[in-house]
T-cell receptor, first 110, second 116 residues
Framework: GENVEQHPSTLSVQEGDSAVIKCTYS??????FPWYKQELGKRPQLIID?????GEKKDQRIAVTLNKTAKHFSLHITETQPEDSAVYFC?????????FGKGTRLSVIA | DTEVTQTPKHLVMGMTNKKSLKCEQH?????MYWYKQKAKKPPELMFV???????INESVPSRFSPECPNSSLLNLHLHALQPEDSALYLC???????????????FGPGTRLTVL
């Protein structure tokens, strides 16, 4: 079955700097890759996703890239703000339900 | 309505109690999910309903019993739980079938369950 590895597990950045979180997946049949943000005590919130027919997608300060050959995808957050502090989960799916990475705790220091 | 709602927000129960968690969505989604989330861990899939039929049971103990009365509602019946079952229980929903290629899952706010 699918296995998703996510790195780093924790990440601290200064406000205004960029943050990058990386994930790898194992199943070449996976074709949909969402990213969820979860603030403390709240629900996971879908912030961006990418499908296998696209290499990059951007939404304001957030971008996701996908390298199908290498089976990895990354989340890029530019001009980080304190409200970006949260746990971020990557996930992958193809013919099976979502498989999540273990999460990255991002802290943005003002 | 573009949200998944869950009740109650918090639940404390003893090991001999019977309780139910409820989830509702009015987005026309035909797949609904129950997840369990422990602190500092990703959501862990428990059950998937597709078109009101149970399509996936991830070897969940029988003390958890799901029910899907109609396409908008999902229940999770709890009986004889253990303290280690304390967790955040999340409901989610998505379009089409449970794992179609272009799926987007939307989560409810969760029920924080404590088993004493």
């Amino acid at each position: 079955g699918e296995n998703v590895e996510q790195h780093p597990s924790t990440l601290s950045v200064q406000e205004g700097d960029s943050a990058v979180i990386k994930c790898t997946y194992s199943d070449s049949a996976s074709n949909y890759f969402p990213w969820y943000k979860q603030e403390l005590g709240k629900r996971p919130q879908l912030i961006i996703d990418i499908r296998s027919n696209v290499g990059e997608k951007k939404d304001q300060r957030i971008a996701v890239t996908l390298n199908k050959t290498a089976k990895h995808f990354s989340l890029h957050i530019t001009e980080t703000q304190p409200e970006d502090s949260a746990v971020y989960f990557c996930a992958a799916t193809g013919n099976t339900p979502l498989v999540f990475g273990k999460g990255t705790r991002l802290s943005v220091i003002a | 309505d573009t949200e998944v709602t869950q009740t109650p927000k918090h639940l404390v129960m003893g090991m001999t109690n019977k309780k139910s968690l409820k989830c509702e969505q009015h987005m026309g989604h035909r797949a609904m999910y129950w997840y369990k989330q422990k602190a500092k861990k990703p959501p862990e899939l428990m059950f998937v309903y597709s078109y009101e039929k149970l399509s996936i049971n991830e070897s969940v103990p029988s003390r958890f019993s799901p029910e899907c009365p109609n396409s908008s509602l999902l229940n999770l019946h709890l009986h004889a739980l253990q303290p280690e079952d304390s967790a955040l229980y999340l409901c989610a929903s998505s379009h089409q079938s449970a794992w179609s290629t272009y799926n987007e899952q939307f989560f409810g706010p969760g029920t924080r369950l404590t088993v004493l």
